[in-house]
């Protein structure tokens, strides 16, 4: 257990100080957690309005601050390049991500066209249907995207780093309120990055 932790708390600080060093993205992330919360709450009553809160607000607040906020090329903080963040990832790097969003995006659109799946489902006849069908779509995708990158980090790092991964993620919602709760304040000062002293040599 004790060896779990301690790897969780790697993850968790590589992935705070490589990739969460502008304010705009803290803040993104707290309303990602929060969002994501409300979102582990819905799974028990609707899980497909869980994967629509989960995907359209969650995930879209979290990777914008990614894509559009965090710097990008060599990381003064850490004395690192970008290329070199990319390749340690454990999780999704930026190139992932794209993928990873481009299929949640295409997902409606194959609804749309194809309501009935290609006669794996009932196809809908309501707006509020198709909603229900891109939800549960978007509940499966984000199962199959867990689980395809825990199967990528066992082969490739072992079973222990793919399973505190998957750990790390689920309680990520958790972990970024308690981190970056004081980030919006930051960001009304006028900082527009973390100082980082905390991560700095």
Not at 8 to 32: A, F, K, P, T
Not at 121 to 146: K, N, Q, S
Not at 150 to 163: D, E, I, M, S
């Amino acid at each position: 257990m004790n060896r779990f932790l301690r790897e969780l708390e790697v993850q968790r600080w590589d992935d705070h100080r490589y990739y969460h060093q502008s304010r705009i993205n803290q803040c993104l992330h707290l309303v990602s957690a929060i969002s994501f919360v409300v979102a582990y709450a819905l799974l028990f009553v609707d899980p497909a309005m869980a994967a629509v809160v989960g995907w359209c607000v969650s995930m879209v607040t979290r990777q914008s601050g990614h894509f559009f906020f965090e710097p990008r090329g060599f990381d003064r903080v850490n004395r690192v390049s970008d290329e070199y963040k990319e390749a340690v990832k454990v999780g999704y790097n930026i190139r992932r991500k794209i993928v990873l969003m481009a299929v949640w995006a295409g997902a409606p659109l194959v609804l749309w066209l194809e309501p009935s799946l290609f006669g794996l489902i009932e196809p809908a006849t309501t707006f509020d249907g198709l909603v229900h069908d891109t939800g549960i779509a978007w509940l499966a995708l984000a199962v199959a995207g867990l689980a395809f990158r825990v199967a990528q980090l066992v082969v490739t790092k072992g079973p222990f780093t793919g399973f505190v991964w998957l750990a790390k993620i689920l309680t990520d919602p958790f972990h970024d309120i308690g981190l970056y709760w004081r980030s919006p304040l930051a960001l009304l000062r006028g900082e527009l990055f973390d100082p980082m002293t905390h991560v700095r040599h």
